[in-house]
C-alpha cells in the first residue's frame, strides 16, 4: 500500500516540474543581428520570425502560407505586398529597441529594405539596414538590444559579424558573437579583436541555454536517469535492488547520455548541411513518444536490448529537434563545423550539469522503501506529458495549457522582481 505522504511529495514534486517547464519545450526563440562591416560603412540585418512578430504586436499572422517544402533551396525574395502594411510599426518597435553607438556617437539605424526568408519550420522577416553617419571601422561598437525580451524571458538575441575584412571574417552565419538575454541587454562587440575562440564559447553557452528550454530533451534525459540507481531490470524480475557504488552507476548514467549527445550530433550535422530534412511536426511527435517509451521501460521493460540502444537510436531524432536551433535557420559558411562542435559541447555540458543535480540526489533515495513510487509514478508522469506533446504536435492542436502556465509563471516573474 502506498503511504498517503510519500505520494503527495511525489506528485508536487512533478506538478512543480511541469508547471515551471512545460510552456518551455524545445522552441527555438531567437532572433539575429547580423553585421556586414566594410571600410566606409556598416551595414546590417535584424531578423525576427514571425512568431515574434505577433507577439510584439499581438497578431495572429499565418506563417504557414510562407513555408518552403523540405529540402526546397533557401533563398531570401522581397517581401509581400501584404505585409507593406506592418512595415511602419515595425520600424518604430525596432527603432525603440535596438541601440547602437560607436563611443558617444550614436549611430542612426537607417532601413534600406525588407525581405522574406521562407524556410520549412520557420519564416523570418529580414530589415536590412545601414548605420549613418557613416564611419570608417571603428574599434567597437556598444549594443542596447531589447526585442521580445519583455514578451518572452527565454528569448535570445545574436549578434553575428557577417563580413569584417579587416578581421578576417568573410561569410560568416554560424559564429555568434554576442547572445542578448533579459538580464544581459547593453554588451560591447569588438570589431578589431575578433577570434574564434570567443564565438567557439558562445556557441557551447548557446548549446547549454537550449537544453534549459528544451524540456521534452530534459525529460527524456529524465527517464533515463530514474532507473540508473537501480539495477537493471527484465521483464520476468521487476524487483528494484539499488546499485551498491556511486561511481559505477555515476560512470553508467554518463555513457548513456555521451551516447544520447553523439546520436543527435550526427542528425543535426545532417540536418544543418541539408542532407536530411523532416517535417518539423512528424520530428517534434516522434520526440514526445520517445519521452513515454523510454518512460514505460522503467515501469514494464519493453526493449530486449540495454539503455544505450534507447539513448541512441531515439537520440538521431532529437538531433533533428535541435535542427531547428541552427540548421533550420539556415546558419552556414565558413565556421558551421566550429558552430556545430561547440553546440554539441554545450548540449554536453547542459546535460552532465543536469545529471550532477540529480543523480546524487536519487542515489540518496535508492535504498528507500519509497524510491518504487518515485519510478513508477514519475515515469508515468513522463508517460503523460509524452501524450500531451504528441497530441498537440500530431493533430495540430493547442489545449491553451501551455499559453496559461506561461501568462502565470510571468506573473509571478514580475512579483518577485525577476522580470
Given at each position: 500500500?502506498?503511504?498517503?505522504?510519500?505520494?503527495?511529495?511525489?506528485?508536487?514534486?512533478?506538478?512543480?516540474?511541469?508547471?515551471?517547464?512545460?510552456?518551455?519545450?524545445?522552441?527555438?526563440?531567437?532572433?539575429?543581428?547580423?553585421?556586414?562591416?566594410?571600410?566606409?560603412?556598416?551595414?546590417?540585418?535584424?531578423e525576427l520570425t514571425i512568431k515574434d512578430i505577433?507577439?510584439?504586436?499581438?497578431?495572429?499572422?499565418?506563417?504557414?502560407?510562407?513555408?518552403?517544402?523540405?529540402?526546397?533551396?533557401?533563398?531570401?525574395?522581397p517581401l509581400p505586398a501584404e505585409w507593406e502594411q506592418y512595415i511602419p510599426e515595425l520600424k518604430e518597435y525596432l527603432l525603440s529597441r535596438v541601440s547602437i553607438k560607436n563611443g558617444d556617437q550614436i549611430l542612426?539605424?537607417?532601413?534600406?529594405?525588407?525581405?522574406?526568408?521562407?524556410?520549412?519550420?520557420?519564416?523570418?522577416?529580414?530589415?536590412?539596414?545601414?548605420?549613418?553617419?557613416?564611419?570608417?571601422t571603428p574599434e567597437n561598437l556598444e549594443i542596447d538590444y531589447n526585442l521580445i525580451f519583455d514578451k518572452h524571458t527565454i528569448h535570445r538575441g545574436l549578434v553575428i559579424?557577417?563580413?569584417?575584412?579587416?578581421?578576417?571574417?568573410?561569410?560568416?552565419?554560424?559564429?555568434?558573437?554576442?547572445?542578448?538575454?533579459?538580464?544581459?541587454?547593453?554588451?560591447?562587440?569588438s570589431l578589431t579583436n575578433?577570434?574564434?575562440?570567443?564565438?567557439?564559447?558562445?556557441?557551447i553557452k548557446l548549446g547549454m541555454w537550449h537544453i534549459y528550454i528544451g524540456v521534452d530533451h530534459i525529460f527524456f534525459l529524465l527517464a533515463l536517469i530514474l532507473p540508473a540507481v537501480i539495477l537493471k531490470r527484465t521483464r520476468e524480475d521487476r524487483a528494484i535492488v539499488p546499485v551498491s557504488t556511486f561511481?559505477?552507476?555515476?560512470?553508467y548514467i554518463l555513457k548513456i547520455v555521451t551516447l544520447f549527445t553523439i546520436a543527435h550530433s550526427i542528425t543535426l550535422t545532417l540536418a544543418a548541411l541539408g542532407i536530411i530534412q523532416l517535417e518539423s511536426w512528424l520530428i517534434e511527435s516522434?520526440?514526445?513518444?520517445?519521452?513515454?517509451?523510454?518512460?514505460?521501460h522503467n515501469i514494464y521493460p519493453i526493449f530486449s536490448k540495454s539503455e544505450n540502444v534507447i539513448a541512441f537510436v531515439f537520440g538521431l531524432f532529437h538531433g533533428l529537434g535541435f535542427a531547428s536551433v541552427l540548421g533550420e535557420k539556415g546558419i552556414e559558411g565558413e565556421y558551421l563545423a566550429l558552430s556545430l562542435f561547440g553546440f554539441n559541447v554545450g548540449v554536453e555540458i547542459g546535460q552532465v550539469l543536469i545529471i550532477c543535480a540529480l543523480f546524487p540526489i536519487l542515489f540518496l533515495l535508492?535504498?528507500?522503501?519509497?524510491?518504487?513510487?518515485?519510478?513508477?509514478?514519475?515515469?508515468?508522469?513522463?508517460?503523460?506529458?509524452?501524450?500531451y506533446w504528441f497530441i498537440e504536435r500530431f493533430f495540430d492542436v493547442n489545449f491553451l495549457l501551455d499559453d496559461y502556465i506561461g501568462k502565470a509563471i510571468n506573473k509571478v516573474l514580475k512579483i518577485i522582481g525577476l522580470k
Open positions: 500500500m502506498i503511504k498517503k505522504h510519500y505520494l503527495q511529495k511525489v506528485i508536487l514534486c512533478f506538478i512543480l516540474m511541469s508547471t515551471t517547464f512545460i510552456t518551455f519545450a524545445h522552441q527555438p526563440d531567437q532572433s539575429y543581428l547580423y553585421f556586414r562591416i566594410y571600410p566606409d560603412r556598416i551595414e546590417g540585418t535584424i505577433n507577439l510584439a504586436f499581438d497578431k495572429e499572422i499565418d506563417p504557414k502560407p510562407y513555408f518552403k517544402e523540405p529540402n526546397a533551396e533557401i533563398e531570401k525574395a542612426n539605424i537607417n532601413f534600406k529594405d525588407f525581405e522574406i526568408l521562407s524556410l520549412s519550420r520557420s519564416v523570418y522577416i529580414l530589415h536590412n539596414f545601414e548605420l549613418l553617419p557613416a564611419i570608417t559579424i557577417e563580413h569584417n575584412w579587416k578581421a578576417g571574417v568573410i561569410n560568416n552565419e554560424s559564429i555568434s558573437s554576442l547572445i542578448f538575454s533579459p538580464s544581459n541587454t547593453t554588451q560591447t562587440l575578433l577570434s574564434l575562440w570567443k564565438g567557439f564559447v558562445a556557441m561511481r559505477s552507476a555515476f560512470w516522434i520526440i514526445a513518444i520517445s519521452i513515454g517509451l523510454a518512460a514505460l535508492r535504498k528507500k522503501s519509497f524510491y518504487k513510487h518515485i519510478l513508477f509514478y514519475g515515469s508515468l508522469f513522463l508517460i503523460a506529458a509524452s501524450i
